[in-house]
């Protein structure tokens, strides 16, 4: 299963996740909370630290005899569309930074969430994390109160949200590799991070919503990026299938 040892291990080859972890740090303790060109650059530079890994740090094919050229197109399939879901997230980390494109924030990490679930290929039901997850985001959109311009886009929003989540949930029993817990974590974490930031703005006050927000928020999407840099599982043999 995923654990820090598989965290470590990736972060160790040739450091392509060094870069993240630092500008996490610097968004942490030097960024201004104030709408600037300067908040949004360290705001959204954790992300595209994880989107140019995906990009640049693809790991090789299993090493068979004879590798099976449809899973290597999956792969590289599976890391576009989270590419493309890391870009769209920090189009819209940039446009929340300012309150007045908040609604534009919201739709680029909406079709953020659709690139996310192209990406996963559910394999199973999963129906009771479905009816906990929906059943969850019903119960949530009913305790906070958006604003009017808002009161349509912020359900749609947390039901796309979990839609995504949940088509995560529904690819864990394709492995017992760390890859496939990766996507699922991730995915759970964006949830949670929204929540937070949703609570906070609709709902009431939340302390350390800054801290709380983000670390899940940066969790999350290190999660989906691991999703796609970790080693896949070796394609099973025909036996097998």
Known sequence: MFSPSDLVKRVGVGGGLVPFFKCVCVYFLAASGAPSAGAAAAKCAPVLCLLAAVLLLQPRPPQAADPDPDHDKERRRYARLIALGLALSAL?????VWEQHFAAGMAAFALAHVAYMCAFRARAPRRRAGLLLYGGAAAYCAAV???????VPVPLYAIL???MAWRALRTLPESTCARSYA??????????????LGY???????????????STYYLGQLGLA????????????LSAQ
């Not at 996507?183 to 937070?196: C, K």
């Not at 906070?200 to 983000?214: E, I, K």
């Not at 691991?226 to 043999?237: E, K, N, Q, T, Y």
């Open 92 to 96: 819209g980390d940039a446009l929340l």
């Open 145 to 151: 109160t958006p604003p009017p311009a808002l009161a």
């Open 161 to 163: 949200l979990v839609s």
């Open 183 to 196: 996507a699922p974590a991730g995915a759970l974490l964006f949830v949670l991070s929204d929540a937070l």
């Open 200 to 214: 906070s703005l609709f709902r009431g006050p939340l302390p350390h919503r800054r801290v709380l927000v983000m």
């Open 226 to 237: 691991l999703s796609a840099l970790l080693p896949p599982p070796p394609p099973l043999p």
